[in-house]
């Protein structure tokens, strides 16, 4: 089954870095695959990379969107532009957004509508912290961010989420195949008694690398992954787009 790799690239690389990496990439990767490659660069660099990837299969989006697309807001990001540029996605809800940018619920919500009504793929992050975790309220808290995140989404359009525990992002620590097998089953039976298409794609992500990618990759309802630091590198990211094959 077609399965979706996403880099997260967070705030690294330059327009310059960036267009080596993809020239680079382009070099390597198998463009007959049947999986889906999508990258985040920094919102800087998207020009950069609507150049380097415009006629290829390889996709894109911005790392965040404002909730309008056009306005008195300083430092946002347009979705509109995003769209204009030829990029297909937008990442939304990271839980550095949430933690490090105060964004709740309400307004994500707000972002996902927006970025379907202009025919952008929302990639819905959630997950829970260690606290919330050891208190026993994993599920709780992914059916609280999928209820109030997709309450203004329309089930009729593309939409994709990822499960990133918190604490298994950027740390180093992954969650063991029961931890990720658990929530993404029980993501997917939220996903439907929303409303949603029992197909729609849930990505794990948390300390993905090329060394526990293939395992993590053949877990139920695991359909790709959402990397960090790994993607920063084509060899390391080249090689957890391959885990599926
Ligand atoms: C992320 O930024 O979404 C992420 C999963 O990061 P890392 O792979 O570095 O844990």
Redesign the pocket.
Known sequence: MKKIFAA?W?LHKNPQETRQFFTEWKKQWNTSSQDEVVFFPPATNLEATAQALDGTSLRWGSQNCYSEVKGAFTGEISAQTVKDLGGQYVLIG?S?RRSLFLEKDNLIAKKVALAQKLDLIPLL?IGETLGERESGRTLYILRSQLEEGLSQADSMKRLVI?Y?PVW????GKVANNDQVKEAHKEVNSLLQSLGFPGATPILY????KAENAKELVSIPHVNGF??????LEVPSFLQICRSNS
Do not use: D
Request: glycine share 24%; proline share 0%.
């Open positions: 997260n967070k990271h550095e992050c990822a990133e298994a992002i950027g740390t992500g948390g300390s993905v959402l990397v960090g630091g790994a993607s």
